[in-house]
T-cell receptor, first 109, second 114 residues
Framework: KNEVEQSPQNLTAQEGEFITINCSYS?????LHWLQQHPGGGIVSLFM???GKKKHGRLIATINIQEKHSSLHITASHPRDSAVYIC???????????FGTGTRLTIIP | KAGVTQTPRYLIKTRGQQVTLSCSPI?????VSWYQQTPGQGLQFLFE???????NKGNFPGRFSGRQFSNSRSEMNVSTLELGDSALYLC?????????????FGPGTRLTVT
């Protein structure tokens, strides 16, 4: 079993829909990262969470440490949000990130 | 403040050659981590350097090595290249925030081995 599980693996939605991507992990962590990667592109760090909730524009990330679960939400989705979203966890006192396999999001105009 | 820079951005090598990739972290960041991304294995941790010392190492063969200089710039080297080494190599610099690290990723170097 992978230490970091993401769901769904693929998600296609219409422009304007509310999007939720989930991440579950099995180890104790000091932080969880949400990353975005556009096709053929590099990786952009969206959020780093250790508790609670963070919001940046149309993106919201939440984490429940007790349940070892995090969600990434996109409100009013847009075709430019089409990308792979990757969840990564950092074990306590360690920068060695472990990554999920990613969620490929496609937003149709 | 400038972000993490990686050079070169693209590279084509042949089997058996060796390659050196460079990463310049964000000014003031002393930790640099390297990751490999392949279609089959996804993102995997290679190693991490802090103050010129390797602090963590992933499960990669000895052909993969790295170092960090006194100005925090880091290089990774892959010797005797294999076709399977074709990948996107990402560097991230880290800032310690007291209880966790915030990692900033560079754009990556896309290596193709033919």
């Amino acid at each position: 079993k992978n230490e970091v599980e993401q769901s769904p693996q693929n998600l296609t939605a219409q422009e304007g829909e509310f999007i939720t991507i989930n991440c579950s992990y099995s180890v104790g962590i000091s932080a969880l990262h949400w990353l975005q990667q556009h096709p053929g592109g590099g990786i952009v760090s969206l959020f780093m969470l250790s508790s609670g909730k963070k919001k940046h524009g149309r993106l919201i990330a939440t984490i429940n440490i007790q349940e070892k679960h995090s969600s990434l939400h996109i409100t009013a989705s847009h075709p430019r949000d089409s990308a792979v979203y990757i969840c990564a966890v950092a074990p306590f006192g360690n920068e060695k990130l472990t990554f999920g396999t990613g969620t490929r999001l496609t937003i149709i105009p | 403040k400038a972000g993490v820079t990686q050079t070169p951005r693209y590279l084509i090598k042949t089997r058996g050659q060796q390659v050196t990739l460079s990463c310049s972290p964000i000014s003031g960041h002393r930790s640099v981590s390297w990751y490999q991304q392949t279609p089959g294995q996804g993102l995997q941790f290679l190693f991490e350097y802090f103050s010129e010392t390797q602090r963590n190492k992933g499960n990669f063969p000895g052909r993969f090595s790295g170092r960090q200089f006194s100005n925090s710039r880091s290089e990774m080297n892959v010797s005797t290249l294999e076709l399977g080494d074709s990948a996107l190599y990402l560097c991230a610099s880290s800032l310690f925030l007291g209880s966790s690290y915030e990692q900033y990723f560079g754009p990556g170097t896309r290596l193709t081995v033919t």
